[in-house]
């Protein structure tokens, strides 16, 4: 190894990749983590007694390990992954005591699971290709899975994996230890960002700025939201009573439905990471040293309405701003927070506070100066830690960028909107006029018929309610 490569300083990080398995190897995957579940509930049990009886609950991680000595074997489990579920099981509580002392609100684990993953430590799995043998308890045969695609570490990165269940699918999470990347970067240069819903960055370095659109992400939350009212509106007749077992139609629907819950968190989170990877390339570009972010954690202690509740529900701003961070420390830059009450609606130019728009366009009324309103949120937040535009114009220069995939399927209103302006209402994503893909809407609730312009209700399609 190269002795510079040595001396890098490295960041960890993680990579879900699906499982290919058979029957049998799955069932022996779904055993490991119910045995880890059972380990888990016995900490709980075991904890709770001590409790009652008046001693102290046993939670360091090496005393755990001698109370699993005097426990015995779990199942299948390997040693490994029983000591895997202990240090889950410690961190988290030292986590919940962590936050309790600083006056935050926190829970010690109490809660059962029926799967618990389990994590394999470097060099107690082995990787050949595609191919992982994960480690069991002995006197059991080897369990070899085959992951879905390849490793996007190199094999002598990669320091732990992971088994996961998610979404009714196994999943293995690779963690590997990257090297940071060597950029020409300013440490003197700051940028700031504004997070948003519609705009899940906007950013203003000097007389530069970025614009990342987030309007395919939510077009993913509105049809999802509306693909999942109608089937709960469907499968409401077949529900079971409360008390009463669930038959075997209505397990295959809740499981189709934890399928399509994990598919659409999938689509949101990499929308995200691609959102904050042109933000990263953006300040590696203008060398810019240091990212200023908005921390937008007092939004959520206001109730604003039903609609508005929702939007920052599915906003996800806790995995958006985790996701510059990774990209951020990779590249080398430095991340800071500061409070961001007010940023949107004060004048950069005169500092004065103007009524918060409703659209996108700030105007102020006493100085006559009009710009967007995410730029002059971020242009106020780089003001905060001392490196706003060093004129009252906000930047000349100003990149814009998407986030997402849009969906092939339109909203209704979409189509509303499209027939007002006198357009074509069926047009699917990426297809210009006249192409054979765009001759057919695709949208599951209406389309639009041009000779009477109203609304027909047509078939769902299969392919984007499943």
């Known amino acids: 190894m190269d002795p510079a490569a040595i001396d890098m300083p490295l960041v960890h990080r993680t990579a879900r990749i699906r499982l290919r398995v058979t029957r049998h190897q799955a069932g022996r995957c779904y055993g490991l983590m119910r045995s880890a579940g059972d380990l888990w509930a016995w900490l709980l049990d075991t904890n709770r007694e001590r409790l009652e009886q008046g001693a102290a609950p046993i939670v360091g991680y090496q005393a755990l390990c001698r109370q699993l000595t005097a426990r015995g074997p779990a199942g299948e489990l390997s040693a490994v992954g029983a000591r895997s579920v202990l240090g889950r099981y410690s961190d988290a509580w030292y986590t919940a005591a962590k936050r309790r002392r600083k006056g935050e609100r926190a829970g010690f684990p109490r809660r059962k699971r029926l799967l618990v993953p389990v994590r394999f430590h470097h060099q107690t799995f082995r990787l050949e290709g595609q191919r992982v043998r994960l480690p069991v308890a002995r006197g059991h045969p080897a369990l070899w899975v085959r992951l879905a695609r390849p490793l996007p570490y190199p094999a002598d990165q990669v320091r732990a994996v992971t088994l996961v269940a998610d979404g009714g699918r196994l999943w293995l999470a690779v963690t590997a230890a990257v090297p940071v990347h060597q950029h020409d970067l300013d440490p003197g240069r700051l940028a700031g960002v504004d997070l948003g819903i519609i705009h899940p960055f906007a950013v203003v370095a000097e007389q530069e700025g970025l614009l990342v659109s987030g309007r395919a992400i939510r077009a993913e939350s509105f049809l999802h939201l509306r693909d999942l009212q109608t089937r709960q509106a469907k499968a409401a007749r077949r529900a079971p009573k409360p008390g009463q077992h669930g038959s075997r139609r209505w397990r295959r629907y809740r499981a189709s439905r934890r399928r399509i819950e994990s598919r659409h968190r999938r689509r949101v989170h990499q929308a995200h990471h691609q959102a904050a990877s042109h933000v990263v390339d953006f300040a590696v570009r203008h060398r810019i040293g240091v990212l200023v972010v908005g921390d937008p954690t007092g939004i959520t202690a206001q109730d604003t309405g039903r609609v508005h509740n929702l939007r920052l529900r599915q906003w996800r701003r806790t995995h958006l701003l985790q996701a510059l961070r990774d990209k951020a420390e990779r590249a080398g830059i430095d991340v800071r927070l500061?409070?961001?009450?007010?940023?949107?609606?004060?004048?950069?130019?005169?500092?004065?506070?103007?009524?918060?728009?409703?659209?996108?366009?700030?105007?102020?009324?006493?100085?006559?100066?009009?710009?967007?309103?995410?730029?002059?949120?971020?242009?106020?937040?780089?003001?905060?830690?001392?490196?706003?535009?060093?004129?009252?114009?906000?930047p000349t220069l100003v990149e814009h960028r998407r986030a997402g995939i849009v969906p092939a399927r339109r909203d209704r209103r979409r189509h509303l909107h499209d027939q007002r302006r006198r357009q074509r209402s069926c047009l699917a994503s990426g297809h210009p006029d006249g192409h054979q893909g765009s001759s057919g809407c695709r949208s599951s609730y209406a389309t639009t018929d041009p000779a009477s312009g109203e609304d027909q209700a047509t078939k769902p399609n299969r392919a984007n309610i499943a």
């Open 338 to 394: 500061v409070d961001e009450r007010g940023t949107s609606s004060t004048c950069p130019a005169c500092r004065r506070r103007v009524p918060k728009p409703s659209g996108r366009r700030f105007r102020c009324s006493a100085c006559t100066f009009h710009g967007h309103r995410d730029l002059v949120g971020a242009a106020n937040i780089a003001a905060l830690f001392g490196g706003g535009t060093t004129s009252a114009a906000l």
